[in-house]
């Protein structure tokens, strides 16, 4: 690598490790905000041709609205932040969490070196493993510290600072397609390696107790269970259909019933079992509990806000669900340039990705994040870095890893075979 794509891949995990590490943002006092400027203005000078992707050309239009609705006074919601927070800091903070995530991709698009790939992309595994591994000790002596401390239960600054937020945690789901991805794609031995990623964020998703992200991992570990091969996508379809008339079925039976029930029981006392039984109960017929209910009523109130003015939105939205938000403030004028941008980028790495499987398990880890971006009020810069960066180019680097490691493999039995064939001789 030369100087400058060294120098690339130094701040690019710097960043990240600052994202997804709370301790190091506790022990350097920085506001992340400001890492992401720094960041942002680094990649520019260093890179500044970088703006020619098309999602670049989105991302401009949807500031453009924003400073425009700045400047008319017109109130707008995002990230959680409304009439409550200055307008101009929102603006800013949505800029922060976009930006340095936008440009992170073009540079690598526009460099494709497998070496930058590779470096970045294995980095990023480490750097998460080691940000889940260092709550480990204090969730094995309190397993509700991540919960109790995203509801303000917790005492102690120091203890505060190195536990992940709700963003981060929501987060957590978002990489589990790429160790999917690695129990398919490694051979042999190497299956640990994903395996125990697997089960190391597993763990800590079910210490979230955040029941979006609790569905979302069995429906993934499902998807992983039928998936075949690159090569077996009619298989894959077939078996798909299989496990939704199974599911069908278990339904009619009353076995996901049952399901639910033995869940709402491992989560008893806590915010996911409420939702649990609200599920149970809807499921049953027996209508919508407080849960469901209030989620439902804030996003009827943020498509309130839209229907009121369709093309510039209005005040007054729920705060349940950052999509629907965007629209019932911003309107179409507003959402559009949003929604086309997220896409544009999708696309871009949909392109980039290096094979069929690959770009099967990012499409899954997609579908998770919209989902997330529909359920959910927050996202966030870290929700925004592992949509962006982290879920496509940790599933590359994967994949880069299955190259090297599998073709040991293969030449170990081509070298073995052909020492039987010349004993033979």
Known sequence: MKTKEKWFVIITLFYIAYMVFPPLASLSRIPIWLICSLVSLSLIVMFPECFRQRYFRWFF???????????????????GMGDSNDALWRLVIEMAWIL???????????????????????????????????????????????RENTLGQLGGEEVLASLPGYT????????????????????????????????????????TE?????????????????????????????????????????????????????????????????????????LEGKGKGNNLSIREYCRQLSLACFYKDPLFGSPGVGGHSSLLDRLGSMGLFGFIPYLLMLIANVKAWYRFMPKR?????????????????????????????????????????????????????????????????????
């Not at 008319?72 to 990230?79: D, M, Q, S, T």
Request: aromatic residues 14%; glycine residues 6%; charged residues 15%.
């Open 100 to 146: 340095p995530n936008f440009l992170i991709c073009s540079v690598i698009m526009k460099l494709n070196d497998r070496k930058v790939n590779r470096w970045i992309g294995q980095g990023t595994m480490v750097l998460l493993a080691a940000s889940v591994l260092v709550i480990l000790p204090m969730l094995f002596r309190y397993s509700r510290i991540l």
């Open 210 to 282: 955040i029941t979006t992200s609790l569905v979302m991992l069995i429906l993934l570990l499902l998807f992983t269970l039928v998936y075949q091969n690159e090569r077996g996508l009619t298989k894959t379809s077939f078996a798909f259909i299989i496990v939704s008339f199974a599911l069908l079925v278990m339904y009619e039976l009353g076995v996901i019933s049952l399901i639910i029930k033995y869940l709402s029981s491992l989560y008893e006392g806590t915010a996911a079992e409420s939702k649990f039984v609200d599920f149970q109960n809807m």
């Open 357 to 425: 499987g690959a770009k099967f398990f990012y499409i899954s880890g997609i579908i998770v994040v919209f989902t997330f971006l529909y359920m959910k009020g927050l996202f966030g810069g870290e929700g925004m870095l592992f949509m962006t960066v982290l879920l496509p180019i940790s599933m590359i680097g994967v994949y880069e890893f299955s190259l090297s490691k599998n073709t040991i493999g293969k030449k170990v039995i081509v070298k073995k075979m052909a020492g039987d064939l010349s004993s033979t001789k």
């Open 168 to 207: 981060l945690m929501s987060s957590y789901i978002y990489i589990v397609p790429v160790f999917c991805y690695g129990l398919r794609r490694l051979k042999g031995v190497w299956k640990v390696l994903p395996a125990a990623f697997l089960a190391l964020f597993a763990y800590a998703i079910v210490k």
């Open 61 to 79: 239009v949807y500031f453009s609205v924003l400073f425009l609705y700045l400047m008319v006074g017109h109130p707008f919601h995002i990230n």
